[in-house]
């Protein structure tokens, strides 16, 4: 069968060496004639996949393991939303609004402290990043939304402050080259550039760790998961050893900066033809466009079926957009191949050469 | 290779079956030409996988879909220690102390409220199940360890109680032909019976969600999980498919009441080698063995060297006793072949003959 062209939100695309060795494990993990999936989370196959890819996860990111530390949990970013407020929310925090996801976490901090809504880009449906904000020094820390799935708005510039910074950074961590040591915690669900859902990813600097405010239950205590070395329960043995495939994937690849400049050109490619091409109109404002998600818009929303229609053809899946944002969105992470892009870019052509 | 015996605590064993199916799955499921982990979970084909599994998790305890639902979340057992909790636990809470995931389960709802320790084996390091206890009528819940794990002691006899009783039965559920409408809670790590690690199965009486005592963030609000149908998130989606391969596979062979009596066959068959082996003694009281781990010991410690080697000779793996008990720990889950515990049983008689 041919393969698609999958440009889902997430779950979505991880290179087929991921799926060819994450598939082999569940048989047979690096030949010991067991499965991943049978054997102990405290054996020494799984404690060396579990070090290697909490190894791995700092070093790609240009981070010291000397400053930070990073975590594969469970519970996705909707969990993080309530763990970083119940750890760090003493009294008051900051959170820029920049889509839904901005609102869910902000919603499940109110339960902890006071949420401060510095800056919000409601009123435009979230087609943009605000950038005019005053941030007090006296927060318990500013929480940004560094990309935004949905709308396809990305943060380019992170902001400059001297609260600890907290980011969800679920669909555009290791896609980029920026200074990840700007901020103080960083946290992703594992289903777009890391692996297969299931695994959160946080990466935290290790000084946070004191500054815990409360008493917090084990399960969602940064600093227990931390002393226990990422296994104070049992991981997600699976999704963890996806992670650690497709980090190995982007070291071996050129790492981050290699893999921006891909990202960069693909998005580049597609923007063009949004922008040339009159069937249709970007969602996203142009300076602040996602290099992961590439939003979009029908001119002729009547059209949409014919559209629909030459995308099946194509073997292309996932470009629907959100329901809040309507028309298509396509997700071009990480182990999205230019081929798949170049793809879709020639069907808006003859979509365009045909209506 | 030749297939090890694996006799590991969880994860564990699953049916090759499942195995086969979830590697497949990997690669491309059901023949759609993508890989289960980079779909959509709100894509048709993922959709069917957690209703299937949701019903079958149901169905396969002989409860009936009016009167319960059930989960797929994340965090494990450890997660809801503290979510039984948080929801339920509005004053006081009853426990019965049977083990080290008894204490901690205690711990983390202490947190919520007053946690009575009803009654405790701690006194002969949990090799019994206690069974002389008043459980008053004004506790919010009930909560049992139904099997434990660690020290191979098993609830023969549900308690009976008018007051809700919520049961952590993550070693043994699926395993035996109980009642289990008389819990009106019970929750279980898949990484036994069920799946890959990462899953964590939440059968839920509806009426329960009615008396939720506080408000409750909402990765950890049982309610808010059943209203968006175990997809308030993105589940764990490769963690759900293998439990739903497991609980096909149950029902293939002839459900909870055939597979009890495998059980019981092979838990018989080694406990009776253990007795009449005058070089091994069990740890569990007598009446109290688990049906699912069978812990034993050497009658002459000096000679654990030995039997480790002709162990490791049989491709036997994962038989090592937790560190609180010593010895051995026989992890004889559903998906374990008679034929891996007679291969043990022959050990012992070997071990038996040689020293």
Redesign the interface.
């Given at each position: 069968?041919?393969?698609?062209h999958?440009f889902?939100?997430?779950?979505?695309?991880?290179s087929s060496e991921v799926?060819?060795e994450?598939?082999?494990s569940?048989?047979?993990l690096d030949?010991i004639?067991?499965?991943l999936?049978?054997?102990?989370?405290r054996s020494k196959e799984f404690v060396k996949i579990m070090e290697e890819a909490r190894e791995l996860s700092i070093g790609q990111l240009g981070l010291s393991k000397d400053e930070y530390t990073s975590l594969f949990l469970?519970?996705?970013?909707?969990?993080q939303?309530?763990m970083v407020a119940?750890n760090f929310l003493n009294q008051n925090a900051g959170y820029i609004n920049t889509g839904s996801w901005s609102v869910?976490a902000m919603?499940?901090a109110k339960?902890f402290g006071n949420v401060h809504e510095l800056a919000s880009s409601n009123d435009k449906n979230f087609n943009y990043i605000p950038k005019d904000y005053t941030v007090n020094d006296d927060l318990d820390y500013l929480h940004i939304t560094s990309n935004n799935t949905i709308f396809g708005t990305q943060f380019h510039e992170i902001p400059e402050t001297k609260t600890d910074l907290f980011t969800d950074m679920s669909s555009d961590i290791y896609s980029r080259n920026i200074d990840y040591s700007k901020f103080s915690l960083i946290y992703a669900?594992a289903?777009k550039n890391l692996?297969?859902?299931?695994?959160t990813l946080v990466v935290i600097r290790k000084s946070m760790l004191e500054k815990i405010c409360r008493?917090v239950?084990?399960?969602?205590n940064y600093k227990i998961h931390v002393d226990k070395d990422s296994m104070?329960?049992?991981?997600?043995?699976?999704?963890v050893y996806?992670c650690l495939l497709s980090l190995k994937w982007l070291q071996k690849n050129g790492g981050v900066s290699e893999i921006e400049k891909k990202n960069i050109l693909k998005s580049t490619l597609l923007y063009d033809e949004i922008d040339r091409n009159s069937q249709f109109k970007g969602f996203a404002n142009v300076e602040d466009r996602s290099i992961m998600n590439v939003t979009f818009n029908l001119t002729d929303e009547s059209k949409k079926e014919i559209f629909d229609n030459l995308a099946f053809e194509a073997?292309i899946?996932?470009i629907n957009g959100h329901r809040s944002v309507g028309g298509y969105r396509a997700s071009i992470y990480n182990a999205m191949p230019i081929e798949s892009v170049e793809t879709l870019i020639e069907l808006m052509k003859k979509f365009e050469n045909l209506v």
């Open positions: 069968m041919m393969k698609k999958n889902s939100a997430g779950p979505s695309i991880l799926f060819d994450a598939s082999k569940v048989l047979n030949n004639g067991l499965s999936i049978e054997i102990s989370h469970q519970g996705g970013a909707s969990t939303f309530l119940y869910k919603k499940e339960l669900g289903q692996g297969a859902a299931g695994a008493e239950p084990s399960m969602l104070f329960n049992t991981p997600p043995v699976f999704s996806t073997n899946s996932g």
